[in-house]
């Protein structure tokens, strides 16, 4: 059940450390036109990190989680996070492919090497090439039209590869692939951040990600089963598979609702209005978060400019923007150049390295990876509101590179030393088991906050464009991890690993001094945060509340309260 964000208990004392507990304080309220004042006493003094106005409005008035409009919202999200769904299909079904002989035989490829990086890496480019216009097409005509287009360009891409004859054909139907990914996982991410209700937010927008290990696991379990055909209909099926999702993903586009803050853009308050009050408010338009929202909505984009949709230049004119930018930098590069890559595009060559030849038990053991990483990743969801984005994202980077450094010491030993003897198969195990731990654990940090994280630290103008530049930023480093990996792995093996280590170190130190934590805020009033200037000491700034029998009132400011 969606949580509100943690508030801190405890005894508030002045500078003489008197209790102030028993002292009464005139609180302003208002509400639209109306304001009351009232003395109450204080039962508590509370600390929280974030909006005060936010946590007072949530608190006044909860949402149900289960009631018939929150179970319609979520049926809504499904279709957003259909976009991850296809995404992780598509990523993770050459990994699996590129590991079947009747592929290999039928292109004359092999595992490894540039001929088969190239493959890998022009889905990447198209990927980076369609990211462009995702910010024309999102701003333009909405994010619904987003995620739409993006499922018609792919089902045109995996009609092309299915029915390849040449590598020619593969590629050009994987470089359409890439166009529909970028347009759908821009899309899809910046809806359902922007049609959750705020106060869960973290949660739901958490588990988008998440959906990228039902493609994962769709593709390795299909690609398992069908490798015991000995025809190219071995790998052509699971290529036709990629229909499926966008098939869906384009059916729902046109029965959801469309973003409220898209319509507010638009100059469509009422109808942003009917849609927050329904999924927001229970209904009421007078519901304390609608007229928070709405408020916000409408002063965020009185502060946004007219631009041209190719005009990147506010997301670097000021020190807020960048400051904005730099976020999503650090976390576009950071989740993709962690290692995790490595196992998605070439895990069954990592195997390799283990001393696990086997092409059935390498496709079985990519498809329990993706069942372990799923966990994870749920596990990494439900914890959104409970563990802050920058704690999770520091300490997880160290654990990931001592994970890492694992796999690369047992992968060494085996290789250098042991091989297929007693002790080898020990080691090889080993090395399994903690590529497994690896996965988990980057499920865990990353994939709940890839594109939560990132559409959080952009405002409303710069979102649609920002999420664009994110695509092209995981795409740089997919090109990357697709291409310079498959070349690094056939010519220094398990050595390449290193540099992942180190990366992750590398990562560890920026998100401990450099991120911003955005958990507990409404997307507009991290505006202030970023304003700062130091934004990741602001975002740490604690804020005092007081608390009575009826809720939370306003924010506690030495001696008087701010008007809420």
Same mark, same amino acid.
């Not at 990994?95 to 890496?121: V, W």
């Not at 507010?264 to 009422?270: Q, V």
């Not at 300490?395 to 694992?406: N, Y």
């Given at each position: 059940m969606p949580d509100l964000p943690a508030a801190t208990d405890h005894e508030s004392k002045d500078n003489n450390n008197k209790d102030i507990g028993e002292h009464a304080l005139s609180v302003t309220s208002s509400n639209g036109q109306d304001e009351t004042k009232a003395q109450v006493s204080i039962g508590q003094v509370l600390e929280v990190q974030g909006n005060t106005e936010f946590i007072s409005a949530a608190t006044a008035a909860p949402l149900n989680p289960w009631s018939r409009t929150s179970l319609q919202l979520y049926l809504i999200l499904l279709t957003a996070c259909l976009n991850a769904t296809a995404s992780g299909f598509d990523g993770s079904i050459f990994?699996?492919?590129?590991?079947?002989?009747?592929?290999?035989?039928?292109?004359?490829?092999?595992?490894?090497?540039?001929?088969?990086?190239?493959?890998?890496?022009i889905y990447t480019i198209g990927s980076m090439v369609g990211a462009l216009t995702t910010g024309l097409i999102m701003d333009m005509f909405g994010r619904r039209a987003g995620m739409g287009i993006g499922s018609i360009i792919i089902m045109i891409g995996a009609i092309v590869v299915t029915a390849a004859r040449s590598e020619a054909y593969l590629l050009g139907g994987r470089f359409v692939l890439g166009l529909g990914i970028a347009l759908g996982t821009s899309a899809a991410p910046t809806y359902a951040i922007e049609l959750a209700p705020p106060q869960w937010r973290a949660r739901v927008t958490g588990y988008y990600n998440t959906f990228f290990y039902s493609g994962s696991i769709l593709a390795t379990g299909v690609t398992?089963?069908?490798?015991?055909?000995?025809?190219? %209909?071995?790998?052509? $099926?699971?290529?036709? @598979?990629?229909?499926?999702? !966008? %098939?869906?993903?384009? $059916?729902?586009?046109? @029965?959801?609702?469309?973003? !409220?803050?898209?319509?507010?853009?638009?100059?469509?308050?009422?109808?942003?209005?009917?849609?927050l009050a329904k999924y927001h408010g229970g209904g009421d338009p007078g519901h304390p978060i609608v007229q928070l929202e709405i408020r916000e909505f409408e002063e965020s984009i009185k502060q946004g400019k007219t631009r041209s949709w190719w005009d990147w230049r506010e997301l670097v004119h000021t020190h807020n923007a960048r400051w904005r930018i730099g976020m999503v930098t650090l976390m576009s590069y950071g989740s993709q150049l962690s290692g995790n890559s490595v196992l998605t595009y070439y895990l069954p060559s990592m195997y390799t390295q283990l001393g696990i030849t086997s092409t059935d038990r390498r496709l079985l053991l990519t498809f329990a990876n993706n069942i372990v990483s799923c966990a994870g990743a749920v596990a990494g969801s439900a914890t959104n509101d409970r563990i802050g984005r920058r704690t999770k994202l520091w300490?997880?980077?160290?654990?990931?590179?001592?994970?890492?450094?694992?796999?690369?010491?047992?992968?060494?030993?085996?290789?250098?030393?042991?091989?297929?003897?007693?002790?080898g198969i020990a080691l090889s195990n080993a090395g399994v088991a903690f590529i497994f731990l690896f996965g988990c654990a980057y499920s865990f940090v990353y994939t709940p906050l890839t594109a939560t994280y990132c559409a959080e630290a952009l405002d409303n103008h710069t979102r649609a464009t920002g999420m664009g530049i994110h695509i092209i930023m995981n795409n740089t480093a997919n090109f990357y991890n697709t291409y310079v990996t498959a070349i690094a792995l056939k010519a220094i093996a398990w050595k390449y690993y290193l540099v992942f280590v180190a990366l992750n170190l590398l990562y560890g130190v920026f998100w401990y001094f450099l991120g911003v934590e955005t958990k507990g805020r409404t997307l507009e009033e991290l505006q202030e945060v970023f304003d700062a200037k130091w934004p990741p000491r602001a975002a740490l700034e604690k804020k005092k509340m007081l608390k009575t029998d009826d809720g939370l009132l306003g924010q506690l400011d030495e001696n008087r309260t701010r008007e809420v």
């Open positions: 990994s699996t492919i590129n590991a079947m002989d009747q592929y290999k035989a039928y292109f004359h490829k092999q595992e490894t090497g540039s001929s088969t990086g190239i493959i890998f890496a398992y089963a069908t490798a015991k055909n000995h025809t190219s %209909l071995a790998w052509r $099926l699971p290529l036709g @598979l990629q229909c499926i999702p !966008p %098939l869906f993903i384009l $059916l729902g586009a046109f @029965l959801i609702p469309e973003s !409220p803050r898209w319509l507010c853009s638009r100059g469509r308050i009422d109808d942003a209005t009917r849609i300490v997880g980077s160290f654990i990931l590179a001592g994970l890492f450094a694992a796999v690369t010491g047992f992968s060494s030993q085996f290789t250098t030393k042991h091989g297929a003897t007693g002790a």
